[in-house]
């Protein structure tokens, strides 16, 4: 029986190679939260495209759809001009809710799908996961997918999937609007 592993779901179009990738060797158990995710109409276009790619795909996903947007400001609101310092929080926040969903349903390695976008710090991402897994105990199991992202597009459009056209924070939107 293969050992199961949690995947922090960031969109379902980051899910595909992240399933394709790990379903070989591990039991997939995605698991959704996003709190950074604004406005709220494209926090429910990606969860139901993560959905999709889920049911897809066969594998099982966890919803977390606490919309904790307030907590996530509050967080973040601060060093919002610092993207690099922004994005380490919220990585932050959504990896530690993944360890303690994967901690208290006993899945001993976690994951994130963040690790299939060529716009995320993965360096920041393995350093945090690291972090959180060995307070928790657990094993985070650092990737890096990013070779697969014009495959990964080209299957997304074949599957006519919402694609994203930022990160998913108000933040990131108004920087690929160039807007300061």
Known sequence: MKEKILIHVCCGICAIK???FLRAEYQIVGYW???NI????????RVQTAGYVFQRSGEKIEWNLNYDVIDW???????????ARRCAICYEM???????????AGIKIFTT????????????????GVSIAKKHNLQFLPL???QY????????????LYRQRYCGCLFSELERENIK
């Open 73 to 83: 400001l509050n967080l973040t609101l601060s060093v919002a001009k610092d993207k």
């Open 144 to 146: 890096d997918l990013r």
């Open 94 to 104: 959504r990896l530690e809710a993944a360890a303690q969903f994967a901690r208290n």
């Open 33 to 35: 939260y996003n709190p």
């Open 18 to 20: 992240t399933i394709e």
């Open 113 to 128: 799908t963040m690790f299939s976008s060529i716009h995320q710090d993965i360096e920041t991402i393995k350093k945090k």
């Open 149 to 160: 992202q014009q495959e990964t597009k080209n299957i997304a459009l074949k599957w006519h």
């Open 38 to 45: 604004q406005p709220y109409a494209e926090y429910r276009m």
